[in-house]
């Protein structure tokens, strides 16, 4: 299309290897559920709109997976959600209560009553669930997995959503069966919109390792000077099978070898580039930072929308690199807006970013998770990838693209003479390497990986190429993100045992005995600690003007990480939350970062003591209403919602003040309350990111307990 600027949407689908050596099974379901969701979806929208061209990046390990599901392989909870209720014994059960509900609560359990219904009776614990119970949790669970194209595809999804409750065990089977009919249908449809050239599939190497660090992990140096170090790790053969792997499985199920390549997590350095040039790679994406560490600071923010070129030894790498902002828009943001005001808006961003640009055409390039974003979407984003790729169709003055085709009409003018290390986070590599649990990670892995370069030659060479195999996989990036901080989820326990399984496999498969240190958990979850106490009563006075020191003097304090996430979101709100109470409320402060804009936000408070658990609702805007007070009925809805008065909201800070007696708590009570910061229903951080504050309602003694001279 003359004159028009481009548009590369990178779409990348990733999972670990879920497979547990021991169990020989994966032990967790996220490649089937997101089959039949996102992986489907995405390829059912562009053959509907083919105007509409993306760059769509799988990682080998998914692929594996998912052709073994479609092979019959089966994860836990597949295997439990088949199993007739009637039969199930009390510990699969009780796997079944706890594990069940993870969607979406806003989007998967909210809008079924039966299945909200079940939720609440969750918390009475698993024997309070019927044979009935588990049969419709068996079946809800999958069913509301299941994404738009899937629902448009097969109308029998149509008539179980109408049914809601009740269901047999046949219909149960079909739910079941009907995700391995989706799964078939993926990879073969994804191959087809490649061949008629309106997407371009990419890859990562085979586990999704950060490939820097697999080279040499004292790279870090570079981005982390400060940063503690584990024992060198330095493999580049290792980095070298990751690509050939790659390079080896794109190849099987595209009929193509790859050209493009998303590095895992966005990690580049020169080093790793000069082995993806050895191995056939012609371009990657990866992110902004990764482009202003390499220029001079006072490069323009323009220098973005171009693709670069980068020498290296046999040859050269083609470069773009990711629009932060509007990535994370798609990822974060757009989810809890109309449909029709989200695309107007991020289409009015790109436009306002490529006319910045002074090159002759335009390049802006958005690169994000292509799972995640759309369960917090309704209806798993439909409307607005629909209207998306709609618009885009529609435009004469933008142009989607796939990075092939972009670098081939308009290849690079602009020239890097090295390329900062680091990764899409931050710019550094500071998630997978630098703190303790990641860094003994490392040194368990390294112990691992050296034991094979002794013993692997002396054993037979399947048992060699099987430990190589486990290793490959602990390479992976994916347990190093859930070890230690920031990040914590309810499988954190699982990704530890899966890192360890693959360690332990690997010792077995060389003859050699399992350190002791990879028999226990590197990382046991722990609540996050204060920094303070809180060691005085508060006398916060609410006043419009601003709050002064000795307001909050003597007040308990966190400092405030990101929360927890599957996602990572450079947006930080509140640096940092203080807390207290005086002999009649409960205080809580939260000092907001530098330039942080909550417009259309709220602050909530979830309040537990006694035996009710109470909400505060504070809108970020005032002209948005007053705060609220409510009790929360055992499924969450609020009830009896009554102005709070004591809060003040000035210059981005929130205090707030609740009454003991309004929350039927007298001295002696504990209280644990936890922060959340809402844009309408959708949760944007957690304070503090687990755990909670916990306090004990004061006595008049309290200040005499702990005074100090």
């Known amino acids: 299309m003359p004159g028009a600027s481009s548009v590369a949407f990178l779409w990348h689908f990733h999972q670990p290897d879920y497979r547990d050596p021991v169990a020989g099974r994966p032990i967790l379901p996220w490649v089937r559920l997101h089959a039949s969701r996102a992986y489907f979806d995405l390829a059912w929208l562009h053959e509907r709109h083919p105007g509409f061209r993306s760059t769509v990046n799988f990682v080998p390990v998914l692929v594996d997976q998912l052709q073994a ?56 614990g698993p024997d309070a669930f019927s044979v009935a119970d588990l049969r419709d949790l068996q079946a809800l669970f999958n069913l509301a997995w299941f994404g738009f194209a899937a629902r448009v595809e097969y109308p029998f999804l149509a008539e179980m959503e109408q049914k809601g409750r009740g269901f047999r065990e046949d219909e149960k089977r079909k739910i079941l069966d009907l995700q391995v009919h989706v799964a078939r249908r993926i990879l073969p449809l994804w191959r087809r919109l490649a061949e008629r050239g309106q997407v371009e599939l990419t890859t990562t190497p085979y586990a999704h390792p950060i490939l820097p660090l697999l080279i040499d992990s004292d790279v870090m140096g570079r981005c982390q000077p400060t940063a503690p170090r584990p024992p060198r790790f330095a493999f580049p053969a290792d980095a070298e099978a990751q690509i050939a792997r790659a390079r080896d499985r794109h190849a099987a199920w595209t009929g193509v070898a790859p050209v493009g390549l998303w590095p895992a997590e966005g990690a580049v350095s020169h080093a790793a580039a000069e082995l993806l040039v050895a191995q056939g790679i012609g371009h990657l994406a990866t992110d902004e930072a990764q482009l202003f560490r390499s220029l001079p600071p006072e490069t323009p923010r323009s220098a973005l929308y171009q693709p670069w070129r980068l020498p290296v030894a046999g040859g050269h790498l083609d470069l773009v690199f990711r629009d ?17 005001v989200a695309v107007d808006d991020l289409l009015g961003r790109v436009r306002a970013a490529a006319a910045s640009a002074p090159h002759p055409r335009p390049l802006v390039t958005i690169a994000l998770d292509g799972e995640n974003p759309w369960d917090a979407y309704p209806e ?57 649990v990641e860094n003994t990670a490392w040194r368990l892995l390294g112990d691992a990986r050296r034991a094979l370069e002794t013993v692997g030659p002396t054993r037979p060479p399947a048992d060699a190429a099987a430990a190589r195999d486990h290793l490959l996989v602990a390479e992976g990036s994916d347990w190093f993100w859930w070890f230690g901080e920031p990040f914590h989820g309810e499988n954190d326990a699982d990704f530890d045992h899966l890192f360890r399984s693959r360690l332990r496999a690997a010792w077995l498969a060389l003859g050699l005995p399992v350190p002791d240190a990879v028999e226990h958990p590197l990382d046991p979850p722990a609540p996050v600690a204060p920094v303070a106490e809180p060691r005085q009563l508060l006398r916060p006075r609410f006043a419009p003007a601003d709050s002064t ?59 537990h003591g006694g035996a009710d658990l109470h909400v505060v609702d504070v809108p970020l805007d005032e002209a948005a209403g007053e705060a609220t007070l409510a009790r929360l009925d055992p499924d969450l809805t609020p009830r009896g919602a009554r102005p709070l008065t004591l809060v003040k909201r000035r210059r981005g800070i929130v205090e707030i003040g609740v009454p003991f007696a309004d929350l039927g708590l007298v001295a002696g009570d504990p209280l644990h309350t936890t922060a959340f910061l809402m844009r309408e229903r959708v949760c944007l951080a957690r304070y503090p990111a687990a755990g909670d504050v916990r306090v004990t309602v004061p006595d008049a003694q309290f200040e005499a307990r702990h005074w100090t001279a």
């Open 324 to 340: 932060r902002a509007l990535s994370d828009l798609i990822g974060f943001t757009y989810a809890s807006n109309d449909a029709e």
């Open 69 to 124: 599901f479609i092979a019959g392989e089966r994860d836990r909870y597949w295997e439990l959600a088949r199993k007739p209720a009637r039969d199930l014994t009390p510990p699969e059960r009780a796997f079944i209560v706890d594990r069940f509900f993870a969607i979406h609560p806003e989007h998967g359990v909210r809008p079924r009553p039966r299945y909200h219904a079940l939720r609440a009776l969750r918390a009475q």
């Open 549 to 607: 020191w000795f307001e909050w003097a003597g007040a308990g304090v966190y400092a405030l990480e990101h929360g927890v996430a599957a996602m990572y979101q450079a947006t930080r709100w509140f640096v940092r939350l203080l807390y207290g109470f005086d002999l009649a409320h409960a205080y809580f402060r939260l000092e907001p970062a530098e330039g942080a804009d909550t417009a259309g936000m709220t602050l909530r408070l979830r309040l």
């Open 380 to 436: 798993s984003g439909r409307r607005f990838l629909q209207t998306l790729a709609s618009r885009l169709e529609a435009a004469t003055d933008l142009q989607a693209v796939t990075l092939a085709e972009h670098l081939a009409a308009a290849p690079p003018t602009a020239t890097l003479s090295d390329l900062a290390p680091g990764s899409w986070i931050n710019g550094d590599f500071g998630i997978w390497i630098g703190g303790s």
